[in-house]
């Protein structure tokens, strides 16, 4: 019985023997080897990925005085706070009601409250349409040839203030009424006023402001420039 068992021990660890390389070789198998097939998700975030880009808005304008416009906007707004909410905090404060009459203190308050809020109420009426950014959007994503524009404002609490149109059926130009100082197109019937010259695009430009596009300037330049030189 002794024999029989050290025969069969003996067998079974030749059979480990036997087994063990094998399990060491597909263990050792280098990282290059190894089949890097992409699974269903990878292949889901990667269409994703693209879709995305493909989506992404293309800058087509931004306006050089954005960021001095929008400066200027949250200066008046602090100058009117001030004016509104800090003369009569002092007055009360440090007893000017002792030494100026009632009629005194409405007076000197409504003035100063009128003239920052008067400067913020023009500034805000001159600089509203000034354009910040155009860019380009996709209107429908079955439909790569159809799109649009988004349009990028501030308003006169220099809040941001995004218009999306059509260039070629809501742009109109400005009319003979129209009293602002800025204002070379108007979309929806709201005035706005761009830099023709920092447009990207230049059917863009033509559609926005009636400009000719550059190298219809450039032949016609080129063509008055050929009559000057044979006169």
């Known amino acids: 019985m002794i024999r029989v068992s ?40 990667l269409s994703t990925t693209n879709e995305d880009k493909e989506k992404e808005p293309v800058v087509l304008y931004e306006g050089p005085f954005a960021s001095l416009t929008l400066r200027l906007k949250r200066v008046s707004l602090t100058s009117a706070v001030i004016g509104i909410v800090g003369l009569p905090a002092l007055s ?42 155009l860019e380009r959007v996709a209107a429908d994503a079955q439909d790569k040839n159809d799109q649009l524009i988004r349009m990028v404002t501030r308003d006169i609490l220099a ?8 260039p070629t059926k809501d742009v109109a130009a400005p009319s003979s009424s129209n009293s602002r100082p800025f204002c070379n197109f108007m979309v929806h019937g709201l ?41």
């Open 6 to 45: 050290t025969l069969r021990l003996a067998s079974s660890l030749k059979g480990v023997k036997k087994i063990a390389p094998a399990a060491r070789c597909s263990l050792c198998v280098p990282a290059d080897r190894v089949a890097t097939t992409p699974t269903p998700l990878q292949l889901r975030a």
């Open 92 to 133: 009360f404060f440090y007893g000017a009601a002792d030494s100026v009459p009632a009629t005194g203190q409405v007076a000197v308050i409504a003035t100063a409250g009128l003239t920052a809020v008067g400067s913020t109420v023009l500034l805000g009426y001159c600089f509203s349409p000034y354009v910040h950014t």
């Open 159 to 166: 809040r941001k203030v995004e218009t999306i149109f059509d």
């Open 191 to 231: 005035p706005f006023y761009i830099h023709p010259q920092m447009v990207h695009d230049d059917e863009l430009r033509v559609q926005l402001v009636g400009e000719e596009k550059q190298d219809e300037v450039d032949n016609k330049n080129k063509t008055k420039t050929d009559d000057d030189e044979f006169l």
